[in-house]
């Protein structure tokens, strides 16, 4: 005799919201801090790409350690918004 259940366990499991809105701040954080140096915008990087890069950063955090769905963009987006953290870092500790 077999045991068939009929209910479905949504309880280990996130939606892939953050996954994917980790992925957009990421994306975001790319031209922020890039195209805004030397562009003659107030703040540069700091002000336009530093905060979303950051939030990027946390956004990928939480949602990999809620077990969010969509793994591939929380990583993706938490790469992303860590390479323009240190971009800009370094950027300006060894700019011109």
Do not use: K
Not at 34 to 48: A, Y
């Amino acid at each position: 005799m077999t045991n068939i259940s009929s209910g479905v366990d949504l309880a280990g499991h996130q939606s892939a919201r953050p996954s994917y809105v980790a992925l957009v701040l990421g994306a975001l954080s790319v031209p922020g801090s890039i195209l805004t140096w030397d562009s003659g915008l107030p703040g540069e990087g700091w002000v336009w790409g530093l905060p979303l890069a950051l939030a990027a950063v946390v956004a990928g955090i939480v949602a990999l350690r809620g077990l969010a769905t969509a793994r591939w963009a929380a990583v993706t987006g938490l790469v992303l918004g860590g390479a323009m953290v240190l971009m800009i870092v370094l950027w300006t500790a060894f700019g011109s």
